[in-house]
């Protein structure tokens, strides 16, 4: 399939220099965007599985060919296009027909490529959009007539199949997808995994500990939650297995650490960068906002792997199975493309500008060790895979694009979150508590970038309403979206890691969630305690860091059983209280919960003592 490949490469080359020498105007570029990738899909990913593995088919090429004539008529006609106004000017027949093949070009292309069910989900939008005048109560809009309807999907530049979400898709996810897959191929990937094995092997159960560093280092410019797993998993889940670990423990370790990639600055997948489109706010300063609340997902996974070491007995790494600090000190150059990309968005690049430059930069390392050192063949390789990876995600895009605009249109978003507001009876805990239940739910077996455009359109809005302001009710929103992949039946990272580890999938997403709820807690914290996202003096925000962290032990321990010693029913409870009172930063509360804490790590430390008397009489 020479031709695909060619295709792939010139359209990563393209995507390249338009992020480093300037893009054409949106419509154009976003037109050039789905042009090159939605074909791309029907090229490569075949329509079932009995269907022809290692070529495509008719139907796939006229697939193909259909989308690209739809995605090139809206460059062709920019101009025209850019002067008329939704709703008032005549949509023409072929646009009409157009709109329709390309809509269902990309629910198809979704169903293909990545998730049935997201397929389903944009195809239950248009469905309501063409019968929204016979549904009742909240539900129950005007109808549309079939050529506005079509209209509303294709032709505006702000939403819809070529919106902003395509168009965050063609100037920044492109080129942070290729900026990862540069750092796999030029060795320094494997580097973060040697700088965490040596960090945490020395210590009690550091096998699951290497998984948690190494996935949030990884994790931090994959941008995948499923990548980060089958990236770092291949090494850490047998290391796990070794140590002491069930394959179960093992596979739920590497999931729970995996999906946090995407909440973990400085890339957080393609949330960071909708979430500043949407707020208006800048990337870095979000990312700035996200780094506390991050640190302190991966603190509390530490945490739990900790207690469950020690509740097993597991030992650390013999010193053999660990690197030497002279070899990485050897390689530590490889730290150099994560300080440049966060020193340039510091100094006010854009993202796309930051990501061009340290890429090259990435490249010209790989020459100091004839090992790694690219050669044309892995850099036309590298633009290849980039342009198929982008392509998966440039689909959901445009799919949570048509979702986004029927929701927006039909005036459900905002009666959502009026009747959100309703039911919660005027009670922030409530509201967020049915927000992290809407999200949970809607990112089950979803995408998370389009389960978080869903979860911000019809939840955000209700806590914004609260006084919550707009970033923290985005972040709380897209954590629950991250963590959805966490979240049984459809608990994808937890079947991912469950594949290479050979345990029961079911089993290892149950497991996967116990080991994660302590990041569940996270977001209600920074909500209540707007200091966790730099909101406040110094002194509040080291307050808050120093309490919530505390809360997130005391969740972790009494998740676990384990503290000290191990844990009664009675301890646990005072630990599991304890941390819902540190998250609300009120002195009385906070008062009552390191009053229960106090008396369980006293109650633990009793026990260890009498326990070791009994040990050293015996």
Not at 100 to 127: D, H, N, P, Q, Y
Not at 146 to 160: C, H, Q, S, W, Y
Not at 315 to 327: C, G, K, N, T, V
Not at 338 to 364: C, D, N
């Amino acid at each position: 399939m020479v031709p695909i490949y060619l295709l792939a490469i010139g359209a990563g080359l393209f995507h390249y220099y338009a992020s480093g020498f300037g893009s054409p105007e949106p419509r154009v570029f976003r037109g050039l965007h789905l042009a090159m990738l939605v074909p791309i899909v029907f090229l490569l990913y075949p329509a079932t599985a009995r269907s022809k593995q290692d070529r495509p088919t008719v139907p796939d090429i006229a697939w193909a060919l259909v989308c690209l004539t739809a995605c090139l008529y809206t460059v062709i006609h920019a101009g025209r296009l850019n002067e008329r106004f939704v709703g008032f000017h005549e949509v023409r027949t072929e646009e009409v027909v157009l709109g329709v093949l390309l809509a269902l070009g990309v629910i198809e292309s979704c169903r293909r490529a990545m998730s049935k069910w997201f397929a389903l989900t944009v195809g239950a939008m248009l469905v309501y959009l063409f019968t929204c005048q016979y549904w009742p109560g909240m539900f129950h809009f005007k109808a549309f007539r079939f050529d506005r309807a079509i209209e509303i999907l294709f032709l505006p530049n702000d939403e819809g199949m070529f919106g902003f979400l395509t168009g965050i898709s063609a100037e920044l996810l492109y080129i942070y997808i290729l900026f990862a897959i540069v750092l796999r191929a030029t060795g320094a990937g494997d580097f973060l995994i040697d700088f965490a094995t040596w960090a945490a092997g020395w210590a009690r159960g550091g096998s699951a500990k290497i998984a948690v560093i190494g996935s949030a280092l990884y994790g931090s410019v994959s941008g995948s939650s499923v990548a980060n797993v089958y990236a770092t998993g291949a090494f850490t889940i047998p290391l796990m297995k070794r140590s002491g670990y069930s394959a179960k423990q093992a596979a739920a370790v590497e999931a729970v650490s995996g999906v946090g990639g995407q909440i973990m600055p400085p890339i957080m997948g393609a949330g960071s960068f909708i979430m500043a489109e949407i707020t208006g706010v800048p990337y870095f300063t979000i990312i700035k906002m996200a780094a506390i609340p991050a640190l302190l997902y991966y603190f509390g996974v530490m945490g739990m792997v900790h207690f469950i070491a020690l509740h097993r007995g597991i030992e650390p790494l013999s010193a053999d199975e660990r690197p030497r600090f002279r070899d990485l000190l050897r390689r530590s150059y490889f730290l150099l493309p994560f300080i440049l990309i966060v020193w340039l968005l510091a100094a006010g690049y854009s993202p796309s500008k930051a990501a061009f430059h340290t890429i090259w930069v990435t490249v010209g390392l790989s020459f100091l060790d004839r090992r790694t050192r690219l050669n044309p063949e892995k850099v036309l390789r590298i633009f290849h895979t980039s342009m198929v990876n982008c392509g998966l995600i440039a689909t959901v895009l445009a799919g949570a694009g048509m979702t986004v605009a029927v929701l927006t249109h039909t005036g459900v978003a905002l009666a959502f979150g009026s009747i959100l507001v309703s039911a919660s009876q005027e009670v922030l805990l409530l509201a967020m508590l049915l927000v992290f239940m809407i999200v949970s739910v809607l990112g089950t077996g979803i995408p998370t970038t389009a389960s978080y455009i869903i979860g911000v359109t019809v939840g955000a809005r209700a806590l914004v309403n609260f006084g919550v302001p707009a970033v923290a009710a985005h972040l709380f929103v897209f954590y629950y979206a991250v963590l959805a992949d966490l979240t049984p039946p459809d608990a994808v990272t937890s079947f991912a890691a469950a594949n290479i580890a050979g345990s029961e999938p079911m089993a290892t997403g149950i497991e996967g969630f116990k080991l994660g709820i302590a990041g569940f807690l996270v977001p209600f914290a920074f909500v209540y305690q707007p200091a966790l996202l730099l909101n406040g003096s110094t002194a509040a925000i080291l307050s808050s860091l120093l309490l919530t962290s505390f809360g997130v032990i005391c969740l972790a321990a009494g998740m676990v059983g384990h503290l000290f010693d191990r844990l009664n029913l009675s301890q646990r409870i005072l630990l599991l209280t304890a941390a819902g009172l540190l998250i609300f930063g009120q002195l009385i509360l906070t008062v009552f919960g390191l009053a229960a804490a106090a008396v369980a790590f006293g109650w633990s430390l009793h026990d260890r003592a009498a326990r070791r008397r009994v040990a050293v009489t015996a």
